[in-house]
């Protein structure tokens, strides 16, 4: 695509920032304007609760508005539980939690069909009773304490938004998410994730350690007199909304090849593999990898207060989409590679292969 359609492209974009809207539920619009200010009140509502975690905050906005599932990596202590209860209500969802655990059963999460008696007629027949996956946002928690078989009951939630019991399938409230904690010390008594359920979050996020003002504003919020808690500020219709309206920032094409390029530089055997993926990685990232860049980098582009999606968009979710869905080689993790420096090199590249395509005011559109 030439610059001057590109420029059009770009011109079409921002003439458009006011007419964007998305109806809810009840037939109330809402604009980009609004879906900035929700985002940013979510976003300050949860830090008056959670300490630190800043960037792992907004990506778990990000993800859940893109209507997208979460995998919440990290040492234990460091307030997962209570960041998925917040977020939960801030936006108004429905919160149910399920603590996974070797003796779990498919049946205790998705539910199952009783057969029941009628008392006076003596006739008998099965009723479904809903698990605990019939809700807004499903906390499975340490997921990986679970076998393999009850891991798989969330295949077809996950995909489908949909449980199917006895033939009979049953469609899960809207929206719906999952969010998943693994916690990444133990070692015994834990079962790996299947890279298909892997591959089905569109994010995961490692968290890190609280720096130390971060830990001292943590101490004083959960070890003096009990604060108010956090404010509702959305509600499931208004947060159908805003995906809706995610789903109509335009991307031009150039940003949508430069995350095409990101993902198909992870795939060794491609021609457009980076020599380092070639050396390093066993599996490289699926398709829905470019997918989730684009879905989460409309978010983040409107909660930016930008009505097109920028470079600096994809380039920041980079990490958070790629690093679950790219499996490096064996004797490349002896060395000790790691996903940070492989994804920032795939980051690199792609610059480098879309970016000099275009014209010098082009770039620095896309960039900001």
């Known amino acids: 695509m030439g610059a001057d359609r590109l420029g059009e492209a770009i011109a079409a974009a921002h003439a458009r920032r006011n007419q964007m ?4 539920a009840d037939g109330e619009p809402i604009t980009a304007e609004t879906f900035r200010e929700t985002f940013a009140r979510a976003r300050d509502e949860i830090r008056k609760v959670v300490a630190g975690q800043e960037q792992a905050i907004e990506h778990l906005l990000a993800a859940i508005l893109a209507g997208g599932h979460v995998l919440l990596r990290g040492m234990p202590g460091l ?7 917040t977020l939960a209500r801030v936006l108004g969802l429905e919160y149910r939690r399920v603590q996974f655990t070797p003796d779990l059963l498919p049946s ?30 499903l906390l499975a928690d340490e997921i990986n304490r679970s076998p393999t078989r009850t891991q798989n009951a969330l295949l077809e939630v996950m995909q489908e938004r949909q449980v199917t019991v006895a033939g009979h399938t049953h469609f899960l409230p809207r929206p719906f998410a999952l969010v998943a904690t693994q916690n990444t010390l133990d070692t015994e008594g834990v079962f790996p994730l299947g890279e298909a359920q892997i591959d089905r979050f569109m994010v995961q996020i490692d968290q890190r350690y609280p ?6 504003r943590m101490l004083a919020l959960t070890t003096g007199m009990a604060a108010g808690g956090p404010e509702q500020v959305a509600e499931p219709s208004t ?15 150039a940003v949508r090849d430069f995350a095409l390029a990101i993902v198909r530089g992870s795939r ?3 021609p457009q593999a980076s020599a380092q993926a070639e050396r390093t990685v066993r599996l490289g990232a699926s398709p829905r990898a470019a997918q989730a860049l684009l879905l989460v980098g409309k ?22 989409v790629m690093a679950h869905r790219i499996l490096l080689d064996f004797r490349a993790r002896a060395e000790g590679a790691d996903h940070r420096t492989l994804l920032a090199s795939l980051v690199a590249e792609a610059h480098e292969r879309t970016m000099p395509k275009l014209s010098r005011w082009t770039r620095q559109a896309l960039r900001t």
């Open 21 to 24: 809207e998305s109806p809810v």
């Open 79 to 85: 307030g997962r539980t209570l960041l998925v209860k």
């Open 108 to 137: 205790d999460i998705i539910g199952a069909e009783v057969l029941e008696g009628h008392a006076t007629t003596g006739e008998r027949s099965f009723r479904f009773f809903p698990g605990p996956v019939f809700a807004n946002l």
């Open 211 to 216: 720096t130390q003002a971060e830990e001292k």
């Open 239 to 253: 947060v159908l909304a805003m995906q809706r309206l995610a789903r109509e920032v335009p991307v031009v094409p």
């Open 268 to 270: 060794p055997g491609e």
């Open 299 to 320: 978010v983040l582009a409107l909660a930016r207060g930008r009505r097109h999606v920028a470079v600096a968009d994809v380039a920041d979710v980079a990490e958070p």
